[in-house]
């Protein structure tokens, strides 16, 4: 079950507090251990390549130009092709690392509410710190992966006269996009935590800084799954690009 954290009435979110950080003081923190260091960069898409989200506008390549309209729409619709496979492995990789950073937070959630004990919620923080920096590892490389080779891929409103399956795969691909994109930010949050418990364990953070940032994670992850879950469940994401067996 899920909280709307918004809404929380500030007495719990002061009892949680104290909750948390007397569990933190008994316990030897058992919310964080056991992580290891992490790369914080923040991955983005290269300006020279462009992308579905942000494309200035048509700029046909010079072969486009010089092709008659048939052919053109053939090399956009390879293009487009491309870029719908090149997203399918950051997107693939995310999963698993936002799997934990569910467990992680839905946790929290329960926890709140009354729905499971503290001693389940530590059971399952537990378990999502397992693995959980090569998750986000494996993810960054597939994200950067994709930052060479770019998206390379017009946008719907910018096709103009098209091919029905052009468009559906123009559509896909920026769906596609859109769900990567959350998926980053989301998976930017869970790292940040991972690198937090790190600290914790090695003793450069307090308890009590520790509790108060892991609130803040805790709200934020809400609201970055949220958004992640919405994007995936985009039914555009059901169709496959011409020449594809997989609808990303």
Request: aromatic share 4%; glycine share 6%.
């Amino acid at each position: 079950m899920e909280t709307n954290v918004g809404s929380m009435a500030p007495a719990k979110l002061l009892g949680l507090t104290f909750l948390v950080g007397t569990v933190l003081g008994l316990l030897g923190v058992v919310l964080w251990v056991n992580v290891v260091d992490d790369d914080a960069g923040d991955a983005r898409l290269q300006a020279s390549s462009r992308s579905v989200a942000d494309e200035p506008g048509p700029e046909p390549r010079d072969s486009d130009a010089s092709a008659p309209p048939e052919q053109a729409a053939d090399t956009r619709a390879a293009r487009c092709s491309e870029a719908a496979a090149a997203l399918e492995d950051p997107l693939g990789a995310a999963r698993p690392a936002l799997r934990q950073w569910d467990v992680h937070v839905d946790a929290m959630n329960q926890l709140v509410v009354g729905e499971i004990t503290l001693q389940q919620a530590t059971a399952f923080w537990n378990q999502t710190r397992l693995g959980a920096q090569r998750n986000v590892d494996r993810f960054r490389k597939a994200w950067t992966a994709l930052e060479r080779t770019g998206v390379d891929c017009p946008a719907p409103a910018l096709l103009g006269p098209a091919p029905a399956a052009l468009r559906s795969c123009s559509r896909l691909v920026e769906a596609e996009l859109g769900a990567a994109q959350t998926a980053k930010t989301s998976i930017d949050t869970w790292d940040t935590h991972v690198h937090h418990m790190d600290m914790l364990r090695m003793g450069t953070l307090s308890p009590e800084k520790a509790t108060e940032m892991w609130l803040s994670m805790w709200r934020r992850g809400v609201r970055d799954l949220d958004a992640y879950r919405a994007a995936a469940r985009n039914p555009v994401l059901e169709v496959a690009c011409p020449g594809s067996d997989s609808a990303g």
